[in-house]
């Protein structure tokens, strides 16, 4: 009797075993099947830095005067030129974003001081931050909007019927609105459009006199191109 209390206390004891080692091994899989899950969600979080590579039309207003010449004015050349820019994201919805390209600008007499002709030609490099808000809510259609500041810096200046002419560096507002159409998790397309409000000041010399006036830019700045998110 005692040998057959044994036997089954012997058999109690190797089931709790296999029941322990079982549920055991079952949590073992379980976890091993969750990491991979878990690096795979991390994998496909979005890195918050982006960049895009545009080509940019600079469409100018024809506005400015020289002071005390009464009825002058100034046109400038429209260009197109390539851009840069890099983004970098806080959240889903809130990011910076820094424009860099240059280009330049031929600076025509107008109105009274039309006879002059081209007055001179600058070099421009506007580097432009602004913060955007960025709209979530229509798939791999990406909208933003944003606002920010400008500071141009005008080089290789050069006059034409001029005697000298110096543009002088200065800030500026931006206003911005445009979209990315992302095709997969890392690139798109982009279109953007930007306005800078940009009156420098510059001195001139015409036949020996020494000049002041004001540049009226205010340039648009349209652009299209590549996004890559990384």
Known sequence: MARARIGVARAMTAAVVLIVAGQAGAADVHQAASVPQAEACVAE??????IRLRALGVITEDSGYVNAVPGSGLSYSNTVTPELDISYFFTDNIATELILGTTYANIDGQGAIGGLG??????????????????????????????????????????????DLKVKNTFGA?????????????????????????????????????????????????????????
């Open 45 to 50: 979080a979005p890195s918050p830095w982006q």
């Open 118 to 163: 081209k007055v001179g030609k600058v070099w421009l490099l506007p580097p432009t931050l602004t913060l955007q808000y960025h709209f979530t809510d229509f798939g791999a259609f990406k909208p933003y909007i944003g606002a920010g500041v400008n500071y141009t810096i005008f080089y290789h200046q050069q006059a034409g019927s001029a005697d």
């Open 174 to 230: 931006a206003l911005q609105v445009g979209f990315d159409y992302m095709v997969d998790q890392h690139w798109g397309v982009n279109f953007d459009v930007k306005k800078l409000f940009l009156k420098p000041d510059f001195d001139v010399t015409v036949a020996g006199a020494k000049l002041t006036g004001k540049a009226k830019l205010d340039p648009w700045l349209i652009g299209a191109g590549l996004t890559y998110r990384f």
